[in-house]
């Protein structure tokens, strides 16, 4: 099964339980966060990838963290300390779904890319500093 498949499963899981643990029906949870029945469905079985958006509805909807759906969606990385820019990136309302994660993306390649050219010395203390 590809990576984000598995994370997709992942992320319907997560809401599957909170939405149980908060003894939320699914119609509920649905008519909240603004979706259908059958989308958010889709989404506790990993079928479909909910955008950005979807998911800070239904994580306000849950009484949750969306930044916890984001990185169970891997919309955010998982060391839960998501940077200033992808944050900022995230809430921008001019901006569509599509377009804040190719920004993300980009952000993440060109810093992993980053720190990989850097020595080690000066990549842990560019890392301290950020």
């Given at each position: 099964?590809?990576?984000?498949?598995d994370?997709?499963?992942?992320?319907?899981?997560?809401?599957?339980?909170?939405?149980?643990?908060?003894?939320?029906?699914?119609?509920?949870?649905?008519?909240?966060?603004?979706?259908?029945?059958?989308?958010?469905?889709?989404?506790?079985?990993?079928?479909?990838?909910?955008?950005?958006?979807?998911?800070?509805?239904?994580?306000?909807?849950?009484?949750?963290?969306?930044?916890t759906?984001?990185?169970?969606?891997?919309?955010?990385?998982e060391d839960?300390?998501?940077?200033?820019?992808?944050?900022?990136i995230?809430?921008?309302?001019?901006?569509?779904?599509?377009?804040?994660?190719?920004?993300?993306?980009?952000?993440?390649?060109?810093?992993?890319?980053?720190?990989?050219?850097?020595?080690?010395?000066?990549?842990?203390?560019?890392?301290?500093?950020?």
């Open positions: 099964m590809p990576a984000g498949m994370q997709l499963g992942d992320v319907g899981r997560y809401i599957r339980e909170q939405r149980r643990q908060a003894e939320l029906s699914l119609r509920k949870l649905a008519s909240q966060a603004g979706v259908s029945n059958p989308y958010l469905s889709q989404i506790e079985r990993g079928l479909r990838q909910p955008s950005a958006k979807i998911l800070k509805d239904i994580a306000k909807a849950l009484r949750i963290s969306a930044e759906l984001y990185v169970r969606a891997g919309i955010l990385d839960g300390d998501p940077t200033d820019l992808e944050v900022g995230l809430r921008d309302s001019h901006l569509t779904e599509r377009q804040k994660q190719v920004l993300i993306d980009v952000y993440r390649s060109f810093r992993a890319e980053g720190a990989t050219a850097l020595p080690a010395g000066e990549a842990a203390d560019r890392k301290e500093h950020s």
